[in-house]
């Protein structure tokens, strides 16, 4: 049985930064993705940033981009979100997912979904 968890949630002010990790156990397939989506309140979950996790290819949201940076630490087991320059627009629920096989932003694409941890950016 896979599971993951997220940590690294918060409050901070506009311009600030977080970092989110994501530790999975159990029998994780490497060779697929692992991405991270959010959800505010009364808005659809969306796609921030994935990864393959065979090629270290990278994806994000076009709302993200330069400022968001997905790694992930293989040894560990464990998916990270650095998150910079925040903006009140970030925040949220941020999720992590695995064994992603499919379109990256979507969350059919997924197997495995975390429980979440909370974002929330003051202006």
């Known amino acids: 049985q896979v599971q993951l968890v997220e940590s690294g949630g918060g409050s901070v002010q506009a311009g600030g ?3 989110l990790s994501c530790v999975a156990s159990g029998d994780i397939d490497s ?3 692992r991405g991270w989506f959010r959800q505010a309140p009364g808005k659809e979950r969306e796609g921030v940033a994935a990864i393959d996790t065979h090629t270290a290819r990278t994806f994000y949201a076009d709302s993200v981009k330069g400022r968001f940076t997905i790694s992930q630490d293989n040894a560990a087991h464990t998916l990270y979100l ?3 320059s925040l903006k009140p627009e970030d ?7 695995a064994e992603g096989y499919g379109r990256w932003n979507e969350q ?5 979904w975390g ?5 929330t950016v003051s202006s």
């Open 108 to 112: 059919k694409t997924y197997d495995y």
């Open 82 to 84: 650095q998150m910079n």
């Open 31 to 33: 060779r697929y993705y």
């Open 115 to 119: 429980q979440g941890t909370q974002v």
């Open 17 to 19: 930064s977080l970092r």
């Open 91 to 97: 925040t949220g629920m941020y999720y992590c997912a």
